[in-house]
């Protein structure tokens, strides 16, 4: 699925003086570097569970709206992923901003949020019509359905612990290692196994 980053989070979840702090690195000289170092290991975090971590503005975009429409969950089922919802890639999902299309005569058309229902307590979040409704016709062409949403925990300070410590982590082998391979003079280097077990709670399942 077609991920667009609309608006950025506005800051890292693990700030420059907090990885300085786990660096105990007390000068100004590798600012910039560190700071580098934390973007990308909160971008490996991200990929890594499938989440968003400080809020960000994302847009999916879609060839058509998923079918078939039916609606209701099947008798004796308290949970379903409905063949006609739409999955939001990104968790934590706040809210969606909106559902646009192309009509059948190119014409770019908002869906009223009153026609589509939300749920975000699901991971990844489920969108479908409401009730009684369907998903409108769509124009047969490749990316004519946008779904515009944030994501995200938050501010930083929202962010899960688990995660810091290992985006903390992520920074310090970076800032220690910082080519492509380690040449060791003596004695062998092991991973700590726990290491990326922290963000085991947090990846999203997918079915």
């Given at each position: 699925?077609?991920?667009?980053?609309?608006?950025?989070?506005?800051?890292?979840?693990?700030?420059?003086?907090?990885?300085?702090?786990?660096?105990?690195?007390?000068?100004?000289?590798?600012?910039?570097?560190?700071?580098?170092?934390?973007?990308?290991?909160?971008?490996?975090?991200e990929?890594?569970?499938?989440?968003?971590?400080?809020?960000?503005?994302?847009?999916?975009?879609?060839?058509s709206?998923?079918?078939?429409?039916?609606?209701?969950?099947?008798?004796?089922?308290?949970?379903?992923?409905?063949?006609?919802?739409?999955?939001?890639?990104k968790?934590?999902?706040?809210a969606?901003?909106?559902?646009?299309?192309?009509?059948?005569?190119?014409?770019?058309?908002?869906?009223?949020?009153?026609?589509?229902?939300?749920?975000?307590?699901?991971?990844?979040?489920?969108?479908?019509?409401?009730?009684?409704?369907?998903?409108?016709?769509?124009?047969?062409?490749?990316?004519?359905?946008?779904?515009?949403f944030?994501?995200?925990?938050?501010?930083?300070?929202?962010?899960?612990?688990?995660?810091?410590?290992?985006?903390?982590?992520?920074?310090?082998?970076?800032?220690?290692h910082?080519?492509?391979?380690?040449?060791?003079?003596?004695?062998?280097?092991e991973?700590?196994?726990?290491?990326?077990?922290?963000?085991?709670?947090?990846?999203?399942?997918?079915?």
């Open positions: 699925m077609p991920l667009q980053l609309v608006t950025p989070p506005a800051a890292e979840p693990v700030s420059l003086a907090e990885a300085k702090l786990h660096l105990r690195v007390d000068f100004p000289d590798e600012d910039a570097l560190i700071a580098s170092l934390i973007a990308a290991a909160r971008q490996a975090a990929t890594i569970t499938g989440r968003q971590l400080v809020t960000a503005r994302w847009t999916l975009v879609l060839d709206f998923p079918g078939p429409s039916l609606m209701g969950v099947p008798a004796g089922l308290p949970f379903s992923l409905p063949g006609h919802a739409i999955l939001l890639p968790c934590p999902v706040q969606v901003i909106a559902i646009e299309y192309l009509d059948m005569g190119g014409a770019v058309q908002t869906m009223p949020p009153a026609e589509y229902t939300v749920d975000a307590a699901c991971e990844p979040a489920r969108v479908t019509p409401v009730f009684g409704r369907i998903w409108p016709i769509a124009l047969p062409q490749i990316g004519a359905v946008t779904v515009t944030d994501a995200g925990y938050g501010t930083a300070a929202s962010v899960p612990e688990g995660i810091k410590s290992w985006i903390k982590l992520r920074v310090g082998s970076l800032y220690a910082r080519e492509e391979v380690a040449a060791v003079a003596r004695g062998r280097i991973p700590l196994p726990f290491i990326d077990g922290l963000l085991d709670p947090y990846k999203v399942v997918t079915i």
